[in-house]
């Protein structure tokens, strides 16, 4: 993903660093400052200050005060869950550069129930997640907390009824309560012990809801249904003389619960509460997750980390400064430059790229009296930090925006296209008036930007879906290709600049080439294609808009390069002339990019469904080197 430089001029400001980000995540899950120090090794001065930065960052409170300390708030909460996907991706890049892992990095995301920070799930997901850092650095498993449903491309855990190919795993209701004896108690309660008691029940999935009314009335207890969770009402708790709650041990923080009550299991009944795993996409890595979840339960400490052993921490990652400092230097090829752009004085960003290269344990760059040459190294990099970045702006212009209300229209992005008879329009238009049809009265809000561009709006929320020409490697997103397009030199008819039939990709170089920037998506695929033959492009005119090119190549001899499904129709309106790209064909992929874990509306999914049908429908246009394609997704490989 390469960034145009408005790209870098409408990133948001920052100094949060990845170690205050850190804090304020140990600070939630601990529940309390005292624990977060000592688990992370530092002065109670610095958890709250880093805290504190982290609120003013975004602007939101994120903690509350209670009679026992305070509680995360639901803008704290929302900060919790996005930074700690955030912190995973940042963790696994620098792991996965210094492996020198020669399998393509994959993203594997784990959704799991919001609002249990500090959890048995969430301790047993980073256990597989540092697992795999060492038996496949190439796969990073990115927690995704939300609403969760079995679906075929995630990997999940859910209290809802299993599926046929998920894995279960048994829990058990834990009841906390006030009294003398604090701690986690050995003794089980029977449903006698629970007769005619008043019993709070925190915010919990809604799956888990009918079993515990069942629980209910066999034991003849009542219940207290509250709107706040589970880390909320311990903290308001904490000082009342009587006060009693029930929740599954796989989401309690078991730690922070028994320093202020006594955490007692209740005997096994038929109302057990009963994990899922749904594995569909990645048996391998649901296979060790459920290995994991189930040697906690059945280890029966009553805490998820048990006394002694440490904290599964995350893997070294490059600071966040030093990650901007790197992107800089990649893009601008020049320290000068990249100072200028960083606003900092050269000197210190010559520091910065030593410490870089240090940490990283290779040289990165090639350094002449014409600048830096980034290696091959650099390059994979690069790669990894580039998206990185992106993901962490996005995720703080989505902190920092204001909760809005009502229903919203449904928002696509478009990449621009040549005109209306190219395929890709036509199948969109075709697709929006059948959408039409069925939803007369909803609103389509259609906005066009280069692939990169698109991206960028689906992490910050400004776009639903949208239909793009390639794949990227994005954690947070799903890409499911649709069709594939094959580019093309085009040239006037009458220019006599190309004999008749296909062309190599050796004879670019001699041609007088009209091209599109770096930072359009056609050009990072033609540059990606020529750079594994030893080649360049050097085009006499940079102009992005396709249709622009096109004026180049009809008023004067040059010629472009274009998919051949754009043009395909109008080549005789326009007289010109189209010769295929081959040894090698240079392909194009047409992809429908969308949310991994934001839930979509009816509308949209019927977008989606009719978007679908329009390309299908249209068949293999052998002619106009479009294939139409079905989605493909392999799985991660070696998992052990």
Not at 194 to 210: M, N, S, W
Request: net charge neutral; aromatic share 6%.
């Amino acid at each position: 993903m390469v960034a145009s430089p408005n790209d870098i001029e409408r990133a948001p400001r920052s100094v949060m660093s990845l170690t205050q980000i850190l804090s304020f995540l140990t600070l939630v899950e601990e529940g309390g400052v005292a624990r977060a120090s000592k688990r992370l090794g530092v002065g109670h001065s610095t958890v709250s200050a880093h805290s504190k930065l982290i609120g003013e960052e975004i602007g939101r409170h994120q903690f509350s005060r209670t009679p026992g300390g305070f509680t995360v708030t639901a803008a704290g909460l929302d900060a919790y869950n996005r930074l700690r996907a955030f912190v995973a991706h940042a963790s696994f890049c620098f792991n996965y550069f210094r492996r020198e892992a020669t399998v393509a990095a994959s993203f594997v995301t784990v959704a799991m129930p919001s609002g249990f920070p500090g959890s048995m799930l969430d301790l047993a997901a980073k256990k597989v997640s540092l697992h795999l850092t060492k038996t496949a650095p190439e796969i990073c498993l990115v927690p995704a907390y939300g609403e969760v449903s079995p679906t075929e491309d995630l990997l999940g855990l859910y209290y809802g009824e299993a599926e046929t190919d998920a894995l279960t795993i048994r829990d058990r209701w834990i009841l906390v309560r006030s009294g003398a004896n604090i701690g986690w108690s050995e003794r089980v309660l029977s449903r006698a012990d629970l007769f005619d008691q008043r019993i709070q029940v925190p915010k919990l999935p809604a799956e888990l809801h009918g079993s515990l009314l069942t629980l209910a009335e066999m034991a003849h207890f009542s219940l207290e249904w509250s709107d706040s969770g589970i880390q909320g009402i311990l903290s308001s708790a904490s000082q009342l003389q009587k006060f009693c709650a029930i929740v599954p041990e796989s989401l309690l923080n078991g730690g922070m619960a028994a320093e202020y009550f006594e955490c007692v299991a209740i005997e096994s009944t038929d109302c057990d509460p009963k994990i899922s795993i749904f594995c569909a996409a990645y048996p391998l890595i649901a296979a060790r997750l459920h290995a994991e979840l189930q040697m906690l339960i059945q280890a029966n400490t009553g805490c998820a980390v048990p006394p002694g052993e440490p904290v599964p921490s995350e893997p070294e990652a490059l600071s966040l400064k030093h990650c901007r400092s790197f992107i800089a230097l990649y893009e601008e090829g020049n320290v000068r430059r990249a100072a200028q752009r960083l606003s900092i004085v050269q000197p210190a960003l010559t520091v910065q790229l030593h410490h870089i290269e240090e940490q990283a344990g290779c040289s990165l760059f090639t350094r002449s009296h014409h600048g830096l040459q980034a290696n091959e190294r650099a390059d994979v990099l690069y790669g990894l930090l580039r998206p990185l970045i992106a993901e962490f702006n996005a995720t703080l212009v989505h902190l920092r925006s204001a909760v809005k209300k009502g229903v919203s229209p449904v928002r696509i992005g478009l990449i621009p296209a040549l005109d209306d008879e190219s395929l890709m329009s036509e199948g969109f238009a075709t697709a929006l008036d059948k959408w039409s049809r069925t939803y007369g009265d909803g609103v389509a809000q259609v906005m066009e930007g280069y692939s990169s561009t698109l991206v960028r709006w689906l992490h910050s929320g400004k776009i639903d879906f949208a239909l793009i020409d390639r794949v990227f490697m994005d954690p947070a997103l799903i890409f499911e290709p649709i069709a594939e397009d094959t580019m093309a030199v085009v040239v006037d008819s009458a220019s006599g600049l190309i004999r008749p039939g296909p062309v190599t990709v050796e004879q670019l170089a001699q041609l007088p080439l009209v091209l599109p920037s770096s930072r359009h998506g056609l050009r990072t695929l033609l540059a990606q294609t020529l750079r594994q033959r030893g080649l360049s492009l050097q085009p006499r005119f940079e102009v992005d808009s396709m249709a622009g090119c096109l004026s180049l190549v009809k008023i004067a001899r040059y010629a472009t390069i274009l998919p051949m499904g754009s043009v395909y129709k109008s080549r005789d309106r326009r007289r010109l002339s189209v010769h295929e790209i081959r040894e090698p064909r240079i392909i194009r992929t047409m992809c429908l990019a969308r949310s991994r874990v934001k839930p979509s509306s009816p509308a949209e999914r019927n977008f989606l469904e009719e978007l679908r049908l329009a390309f299908l429908d249209s068949g293999d246009h052998r002619e106009s080197g479009m294939n139409i394609m079905a989605p493909q997704r392999a799985e991660p490989s070696h998992v052990s």
